[in-house]
């Protein structure tokens, strides 16, 4: 299977209703909420890409676009943007959409790094 192929077939995507023990005072979700959503999402995509133990070493540039309110639909996508010799850079598009409406908007983007490791914690090439 090509790099490609690979990158493809790791696309990750989940969904996830959002209750009001997940949101703050203003009845939206916690960002703090959402970054580990996207982590999670970006974990299994990268976990599907490279078929290895992967940790997340950094986090980048996270913008949250929009607040996500409680009552909504969220989708979670993690897509591998970038992959070296022992890591790659998975790409996380959260978006909104209304329970009883078709409308969809993209409410946050981040960036994730992760590395792959053997069992004695060292980095492994991934191609």
Do not use: C, W
Request: no cysteine.
């Amino acid at each position: 299977m090509t790099t490609e192929e690979r990158i493809e077939a790791s696309e990750t995507r989940i969904f996830k209703a959002v209750f009001p023990n997940t949101t703050n005072h203003y009845d939206t979700l916690f960002g703090g909420t959402a970054m580990q959503l996207m982590d999670e999402v970006a974990f299994i995509a990268a976990t599907r890409f490279a078929r290895k133990r992967v940790v997340t070493v950094s986090s980048d540039k996270i913008d949250f676009k929009r607040s996500i309110p409680a009552g909504t639909i969220v989708e979670l996508i993690g897509k591998v943007s970038h992959v070296g010799n022992t890591s790659m850079k998975v790409s996380v598009e959260i978006y909104t959409e209304q329970m009883y409406s078709y409308e969809r908007e993209k409410a946050i983007v981040g960036d994730f790094t992760f590395v792959a490791i053997d069992e004695f914690k060292k980095p492994v090439s991934i191609l």
